[in-house]
């Protein structure tokens, strides 16, 4: 056995001749590395002890063993639930740093720690898991990135577009069958073709760290579809690996390909829990690593798990080691997998101890500060299910946010609530009362109307109650509170009335989030109308309501192209896109016009009566250009919205500095077909629709 060696990494590496295996523990007496002759042992051929070196670091060195070797851990230490430790040796255990799982883990009541039917408190489970528990493997990966570098798009030119790397492939005929599902499909000419077309910079994947089903959902034959459940925190999913294929080669030859392409590569993470569950859960990894330093534990019942991710447990973020752990794996996926960006899950888990949410000194702000992960694109979800776990516009300066309220703000409005339209105003103007604390400017704010997490957005025009019966819990689950409309009939129709307004609200939607000062977000298969059959939260849904259809009707192509040209729109604005918000307006440009002048239908500047009255459901804007483009175009925009049952006529604004006499209209929701077109005031706008003029 080798000398203590420093500094070490956690994990596995090649160390001169041999491999050498450092594990944290800080509360085990001792830990003995298992190494395995297949995938299909029942037993280790052999058990090797590791030094303790370092506070809380096991290691050893075993020269002449080459790369391709099969491993896990026992940890030894007081099985003590009420003190919080979970030790128990009789429980083959992952390493947390495996890059390859080799196999996944079955038989989950001989994977507790804990006996169950005992009525014993805490008696431990002495039965060997060593048939069925995960094990880890190190290989070499290497791999010829050629000429890769990152898209590096800046936030003002990005448009995110959210998909689910099986949904989105999985039925798509045009893909070789081998690649559908899996992550050379979502890499294939097709897809790429097709987010090029919408104007796409960047995929934003829901998670593919490798994870597994909860118990319930396997008896209930479902599976955790989205793969918010981790298990290898540094192993992609094996199951978007073609047959036979590497999950790592295959997921750098994705990226290789969408970076050649322009579009960057985002990567949803969830650091706020893991797939071990609560107390009663299987021991798999951190648990029987070191309970007390990984999670976090009720501080007057040690027993317990503080659950803030509503997961069962939460990841104790703000330890030394668990920060370690995060850090070194996001950096691993930036610098060996070449991702760009990260949208963490539960963000909030991440500046937390116990009920307390601190950013100052928190796990959130040495990530932004670190020289490698500051470099990437960081997108947080703002909240938490603790204590104060709401933090929507309080994140630390160099993080964008998830913009719920955008979201629900924007639904209301266009579903013709009262008393939306100031907020829907300042909403598309960047949500500055929420922003402007962060000193970021807009790009603070990600934008979405839809997406994985509630109603698709032809779902949001079709029903105005939930349907999640197929999930197995009697449509308990889901939020309530959509904001949806069905506009007249719930759910599927032939009226074509209804049908109109459906993809009318849709468009309208679209529009909205492409016309916005902030960074818009679409969900896959949003732009042509795909339905969840009213399911709002089809996490365990492994079929055609998650799988994307590609067999667009005529009504979809256009719902597709109506994105298109609004995209097109949007780059060619630099008002819109600039990462600031308008002046006030009382405040004009160097030009001596307002930035964005607001208007009612009647043609007078909106006021404060405007503003509040709960009667209006029309108005329009112009959006001068921006001072701040140097060299950009001298083009106006005016969009005009009516969110109203009755058409709007607008006649021509009276006080509106420099507003010009004659328009070109280049997009209208209500007749989306129709070609660019020189118009004038006064224009008529109907019903549940909007129109934008360019000149």
Known sequence: MSQ?????????????????????????????????????????????????????????????????????????????????????????????????IIRLPSERDTLRGEQRDNPAPFAMDETDSAHCAPLGVFEENGFDWQDDAPPRIPWESTLIYEAHVKGITQLRMDIPEEQRGRYLGLASPPI??????????????????????????????????????????????????????????????????????????????????????????????????????????????????????????????????????????????????????????????????????????????????????????????????????????????????????????????????????????????????????ARTGPRAGINFVAAHDGFSLADLTAYSHKRNEANGENNADGNDHNFSWNCGVEGPTDDANILDLRSRQQRNLLATLLLSKGIPMIQCGDEWGHSQQGNNNAYCQDNEINWRRWDWTPEQQRQVDWVRRLSKIRRAINAITVNRFYLPPHEINPDGEPEAAWFSSFGERMTGADWNNPSIKSMGVLINPSPLVKGSSDTKITLLVNAGIHPALFTTPRNVENFPSQWREIANSFMPDRDPRQVAFPIRLEAHSLIVLET
């Not at 070490?8 to 590496?13: A, D, F, K, S, Y």
């Not at 051929?45 to 590791?50: G, K, M, P, S, W």
């Not at 089903?213 to 479902?222: F, G």
């Not at 999913?237 to 970076?259: C, I, N, R, W």
């Open 192 to 437: 790429i073709d097709h987010l090029k077309s919408l104007g796409v910079t960047a995929v934003e994947l829901l998670p593919i760290f490798q994870s597994l089903s909860e118990e319930r959902l396997i008896q209930d034959q479902l599976t955790n579809y989205w793969g918010y459940n981790t298990l290898g925190f540094f192993v992609p999913e094996s199951s978007y690996a073609s047959v036979g294929g590497d999950p790592v080669q295959e997921f750098k030859s994705m990226t290789l390909a969408l970076h050649r392409a322009g579009i960057e590569v985002i990567l949803d993470v969830v650091y706020n829990h893991t797939a071990e569950g609560n107390e009663v859960g299987p021991t798999l990894s951190f648990r029987g690593v070191d309970n007390r330093s990984y999670y976090l534990l009720h501080p007057q019942a040690p027993n317990l798990y503080e659950n803030y991710s509503g997961c069962g447990n939460t990841l104790k973020a703000n330890s030394p080691q668990v920060r370690t752990f995060i850090l070194d794996n996001l950096r691993y996926w930036v610098e060996e997998m070449h991702v760009d960006g990260f949208r963490f899950d539960l963000a909030t888990t991440l500046a937390r101890n116990h009920a307390q949410v601190e950013f100052q000194g928190s796990l959130l702000e040495e990530i932004q500060n670190d020289p490698i992960l500051s470099q990437v694109k960081l997108i947080a979800e703002p909240w938490d299910l603790g204590p104060d776990g709401y933090q929507l516009g309080r994140y630390p300066k160099g993080w964008s946010q998830w913009n719920d309220r955008y979201r629900d703000h924007v639904r209301q409005f266009w579903r013709g609530d009262k008393n939306k339209i100031a907020e829907f105003a300042t909403h598309i103007s960047g949500s500055a009362p929420l922003f402007q604390r």
């Open 4 to 100: 203590p060696h420093s500094p070490l990494r956690q994990g596995v590496v090649q160390e001169g001749n041999g491999l050498r295996f450092t594990l944290f523990s800080k509360n085990a007496t001792r830990v003995e590395l298992c190494l395995f002759d297949s995938p299909h042992a029942t037993q280790e051929a052999r058990r090797i002890e590791l030094q303790r070196t370092m506070e809380g670091l096991w290691t050893l060195h075993l020269p002449a063993i080459a790369p391709g070797c099969i491993y896990a851990y026992r940890v030894h230490g007081p099985y003590d639930p009420p003190q919080g430790h979970r030790f128990n040796p009789n429980k083959i255990l992952l390493d947390p740093y495996a890059r390859k």
